[in-house]
Each structure stands twice: as structure tokens, then as C-alpha cells.
């Protein structure tokens, strides 16, 4: 899923049973096609799908850029698609209409996604909830989707002032 950090709305939620890195772009795919003009930027924590092939493809089409099949490269060998690194490098090129940010790793509560998932599973997949089956488990996370979108959502409000936590 992805937070609209403006309206606090979730957006084009994708609920299915995978999370490989093809289903991670149609999902981009379904974000960015709901708004055709301007740029989106994604912030994400370091996980390898969030610095694949299939992303390096989503935003070269939806960038609009000509790159050749030697710049390109080919995964694990050359180029672009070299590795982890190189993809990631050309993933947050700001000049790319369609760009990302990544948190430092193990700084996941940097990113508002992770913080929205807490919410679900305090409200709906605590540890009183029962489900009979994953179908209406994944009917009662729509439901709750469309309910949060319509009565709960906002921008959440940083309030961290810098000073080192207590312990």
C-alpha cells in the first residue's frame, strides 16, 4: 500500500497473498496512474524488491527515458542493472519524474507506511481478531482501508524535537 503523506489516505492497496518484486511495481504502477501529471516521490525502507529490475523498467516508461541496452546493462553482470547499488543510484536520481527515497536502514519508523501498518494491526489484527478464512481477512482489510480513508485519514504530525530519548 501507499500513504498519501498530504491527505493521509492509503492508495491503491494491494492484498494478495505475494510480495515479489512484479507485484510491487504493478502496485507503483496503479499509485502513479491515478495521478498522470507531475511526479511522485516514494520513500521506502531498503528491502531488495524496492530496488529491482522491474523498478528500474517502471521508471525508465514512466520517465520517458531512451537508455540503451549497454548503459541498461544486465542484471548481476553490467550497467544499471548491475546490482543492488546501481539500481538503487539510478532509482533516486531526482531528475527522473518518478523517484525514490530510502531510509537508513534499521529506521523503518521513518517511514509514515510503517507506521500507518501499526494502526492496522492495533485496530483490526490485534490479538483478539479471528479470521475464518483469508478471504475475509482480506475483505475486513479492505473494509478497514475504505473506513480509515473516509473518517480517520490525516497527515500525521512529526513532533520529534531532536533531543536524545531518555532510556
Not at 57 to 63: A, C, N, P, R, T
Request: glycine letters at 4%; hydrophobic letters at 40%; proline letters at 2%.
Amino acid at each position: 500500500m501507499s500513504r498519501n503523506v498530504v491527505t493521509g489516505q492509503i492508495e491503491s492497496p494491494l492484498i494478495q497473498p505475494t510480495r515479489t518484486e512484479e507485484d510491487f511495481a504493478q502496485h507503483l504502477r496503479a499509485v502513479i496512474d491515478q495521478s498522470t501529471k507531475g511526479s511522485h516521490i516514494f520513500v521506502l525502507d531498503q528491502l531488495n524488491t524496492h530496488q529491482s529490475a522491474s523498478l528500474v523498467d517502471l521508471v525508465i516508461e514512466y520517465s520517458g527515458l531512451q537508455i540503451d541496452t549497454e548503459t541498461l546493462g544486465v542484471k548481476g553482470k553490467s550497467g544499471i542493472l548491475k546490482s543492488l547499488d546501481t539500481r538503487k543510484a539510478f532509482l533516486e536520481d531526482a531528475t527522473h519524474r518518478v523517484r525514490f527515497v530510502y531510509t537508513p536502514k534499521h529506521c523503518s519508523w521513518l517511514n509514515q507506511t510503517e507506521c500507518w501498518f501499526s494502526i492496522l494491526v492495533r485496530r483490526l489484527l490485534n490479538k483478539r481478531s479471528s479470521f475464518s478464512s483469508v478471504e475475509i481477512l482480506e475483505k475486513r482489510i479492505a473494509a478497514f482501508i475504505a473506513y480509515y480513508n473516509e473518517h480517520l485519514a490525516k497527515a500525521f504530525r512529526w513532533n520529534y524535537d531532536g533531543k536524545l530519548l531518555k532510556v
